[in-house]
């Protein structure tokens, strides 16, 4: 089974589920069981600093909770740059919320992203993501809504010319 831990999911432009439309997933964990990730381009308008003002000062701009995905959303998972460690994203880790010590800049989600066994290779096979390598400043986006164009203009071919696809087609 090819895995795709450490991988970025790219929402094609006919993925229109509201949670992932025109969405980048940086994936955790992918094997037999499943996948799970955290969806990069969906900031909340809460400020980090509300829930766990330990890291509020940490927080990399925009300083907010980001909407990871639809499951468990009173789960926090975070992130944080660092230059040692076991890596999700070379120069990125994972973050003890509960227990946080540094400071190096942090990103903190709210639930996750998660799929059953082989229903990521499903949705895959349907064409309903690109699998593109991940970057840590794709994790630490300071305009999160713009990375699903700024990743796919950066790729090879007729992957970079979809960066400039319209929102609705039909007002092209």
Do not use: K
């Not at 499943?34 to 000062?57: F, N, Q, W, Y």
């Not at 994790?139 to 609705?168: C, H, K, M, N």
Request: glycine letters at 12%; hydrophobic letters at 40%.
């Amino acid at each position: 089974m090819t895995t795709y831990e450490g991988r970025l999911l790219v929402a094609t432009p006919s993925l229109l589920d509201p949670n992932f439309a025109r969405s980048v997933v940086l994936l955790i964990q992918h094997d037999e069981d499943g996948a799970l990730g955290v969806v990069l381009t969906r900031p909340s308008e809460s400020p980090l600093a509300d829930h766990l003002p330990e890291l509020g000062a940490r927080a990399a701009a925009p300083d907010v909770v980001f909407v990871g995905g639809p499951v468990e959303p009173e789960v926090a998972l975070g992130f944080e740059l660092g230059e040692d460690g076991e890596f999700v994203v070379p120069g990125v880790r994972m973050l003890n919320v509960v227990e946080p010590s540094g400071d190096a800049p942090c990103r903190v989600f709210s639930g996750y992203a998660g799929w059953g066994p082989g229903q990521l290779e499903g949705e895959l096979s349907e064409g309903a993501w690109y699998v593109v390598d991940a970057l840590a400043g794709d994790v630490f986006s300071i305009d999160p809504e713009g990375l699903w164009a700024e990743v796919l203009r950066r790729q090879p071919g007729r992957l970079a010319w979809l960066a400039t696809y319209p929102p609705d087609p039909s007002l092209n």
